[in-house]
């Protein structure tokens, strides 16, 4: 059973940072994909981030390139999301998520929530002053 638990959210003044872990388990191959998502009040989810199963490449969305990276190291079944530069704009429930992808990539459609086989439960992030 696929199971990933996201921990490191709280809250930071704008211009700070912030390292969310994803601990993942259960999974059946060697080529999960991770995915980091997020979701503010009255907003759809946004993909944030996405490393492939052996932690080489990564691809993030606009809003968050140069001040975001995420990085995995696969002895821990952890997945980190090093944020940056906070702004007020990046405050919502982040998500992790996985996808059994058959190969080493990051896939053109990593954005695509609905396409990942299992998320955790979020962490909240709020970036205030």
């Known amino acids: 059973q696929l199971q990933l638990v996201e921990s490191g959210g709280g809250l930071v003044q704008p211009g700070g940072s912030l390292r969310l872990s994803c601990a993942f388990s259960g999974f059946t191959s060697d080529y999960y994909g991770i995915g980091w998502f997020r979701q503010a009040p009255g907003k759809g989810r946004e993909g944030v981030a996405c490393i492939n199963s052996s932690g080489s490449k990564a691809k993030y969305a606009e809003s968050v390139q140069g001040r975001f990276t995420i990085s995995r190291d696969n002895a821990k079944n952890t997945v980190y999301l090093q944020m940056n530069s906070l702004k007020p704009e990046d405050a919502a429930v982040y998500y992790c998520?996985?996808?059994?992808?058959?190969?080493?990539?990051?896939?053109?459609?990593?954005?695509?929530?609905?396409?990942?086989?299992?998320w955790g439960q979020g962490t909240q992030v709020t970036v205030s002053s």
């Open positions: 998520a996985a996808v059994d992808l058959g190969w080493d990539i990051v896939p053109e459609w990593w954005r695509a929530g609905g396409e990942y086989d299992a």
